[in-house]
């Protein structure tokens, strides 16, 4: 487990996949500690499949949070592994639509692994 004052991060694997559970607020202060369990996951695992970011936990979502989920997506799509956003709370779905990220970040990767 992966603390921050904002954010607790809980990661569980499996062989093909990742899940991260985020509890707290993904803001300024904590959107880095979510991208580096991201990306070290991704290092660690190059047989990677799929990786869910579980959300229903998640509380406020600033610009610099949104900005990290923006950089998981592009960090997962370049490994191909597919991003799952589980669970999303309305909040966290009504941000993305205002921001037109809601089918980047959903969207199945164009290329099969």
Do not use: W
């Not at 869910?52 to 592994?81: E, F, P, Y």
């Amino acid at each position: 487990m992966t603390t921050h004052p904002h954010l607790r991060l809980t990661t569980v694997d499996a062989q093909s996949s990742v899940r991260i559970e985020a509890h707290g607020d993904l803001d300024h202060d904590s959107a880095g500690l979510l991208l580096r369990e991201v990306t070290d996951q991704l290092s660690a695992r190059p047989a990677m499949t799929d990786l869910h970011l579980l959300c229903a936990a998640l509380g406020t979502v600033d610009s610099m949070g949104l900005s990290a989920l923006l950089m998981i997506g592009r960090r997962t799509a370049a490994a191909g592994v597919r991003l799952h956003l589980d669970d999303r709370p309305a909040k966290l779905d009504r941000l993305l639509r205002l921001t037109g990220t809601l089918d980047h970040l959903t969207a199945p990767p164009l290329t099969p692994r």
